[in-house]
Structures are given as C-alpha cells and as structure tokens.
C-alpha cells in the first residue's frame, strides 16, 4: 500500500495552522500510523541502563522501547519493546556488540519475555517466554 501524507488540519480540525506532518505520520489503509523520531529522556530505574555499541553509538531503554542514539548525526532508531509489556527490566549487549537482550515485565498472569534484537540488521531475532 502506498502511504499517503497528512496535515495536521486533517488529523484534528481544531488545532491552529501548523506545517505539514512529516514522513513519520503516514495514513496506511485508513489508518493512521505514527512512528517516533526522536525521545528524551531515560527509564532510570534500571541498572546499566546506557551501553556504548561503539565511540558514536549509544542504546538505552526509553519507556517501553529501547533508543540507539548517533551521537556523531544525532539521529535516533527505536526497537519496539513487546505489545503487552509492562515496561522494561533490564538491557544487555552481547560483547561483539551485535545483540541485545531485552528482559520485559509482564502483566499479571502473563509470561514476562526476554527479546534478543540483531542490532546489525535492526530486527527482531528471537523472543523467549519465562515460565
């Protein structure tokens, strides 16, 4: 599906005259998508929560996603975190530098998920259920 950009007047009638909305807010099939581009701040409740991937590349976990920072272009690409997370508890950097581990609270009842994240090709590589 090709996607189509809006404007902010068409999204909400009421809001004042604004620019146009980027790429990041694309319609697909009648619905509207929004995609971060860029978070402050830091979940602060985690121990090592600010790994170094190389000299000009930082990751840490923001709400319920983790932030791979360039300091070097100061452009940010986010790893979703899992749909019915509750948050995350603990981030890991495999020591070549091309997985991390992602360990996730669960709501109760559910299982809590570990995710592994290919930080190379940007994907998602396996994602483990804790009993």
């Given amino acids: 599906t090709r996607p189509l950009t809006l404007s902010r007047t068409a999204i909400s009638p009421t809001c004042p005259p604004h620019p146009p909305l980027t790429h990041t807010h694309l319609l697909y099939d009648s619905q509207a998508?929004?995609?971060?581009?860029?978070?402050?701040?830091?979940?602060?409740?985690?121990?090592?929560?600010?790994?170094y991937l190389d000299e000009?590349?930082?990751?840490?976990?923001?709400?319920?996603?983790?932030?791979?920072?360039?300091?070097d272009s100061k452009t940010q690409r986010f790893l979703p975190g899992t749909e019915k997370s509750e948050g995350i508890t603990s981030v890991a950097v495999s020591p070549n530098r091309k997985f991390v581990a992602v360990a996730e609270r669960a709501p109760e009842g559910e299982k809590a998920t570990c995710t592994i994240f290919d930080l190379v090709a940007f994907k998602r590589k396996k994602v483990r259920l804790r009993p």
């Fill in 33 to 51: 998508v929004v995609v971060p581009t860029h978070s402050f701040g830091i979940k602060a409740d985690i121990r090592d929560n600010l790994c």
């Fill in 56 to 71: 000009q590349t930082v990751i840490y976990p923001v709400g319920a996603n983790l932030v791979v920072h360039s300091i």
